[in-house]
């Protein structure tokens, strides 16, 4: 079974005003080109890498195959 971690830069929608709220952000998938990808051995490892991604700006996501 493979664990792999995809994530993407999403774009800032933030306004000029700290007291305005920014845009919800939307969940969008970008050109396959511009998704990285890095693989793990273990569900905890890439969970905690990618609190890291989202605390950075960026969009990530965990995925693992079904090996039978």
Do not use: C
């Not at 999403?10 to 396959?32: C, L, R």
């Not at 998704?35 to 890498?49: D, L, P």
């Not at 890291?52 to 990530?60: F, N, P, R, V």
């Amino acid at each position: 079974m493979n664990i792999w971690v995809e994530w993407w830069k999403t774009p800032n929608t933030t306004s000029g005003s700290h007291a305005q709220m920014s845009e919800n952000k939307t969940i969008y998938k970008p050109d396959p080109k511009d998704i990285q990808r890095r693989f793990f051995s273990t569900w905890k490892a890439a969970a905690e890498f990618s609190k890291i991604l989202e605390k950075g700006g960026y969009m990530a996501s965990i995925k693992q195959d079904r090996s039978f």
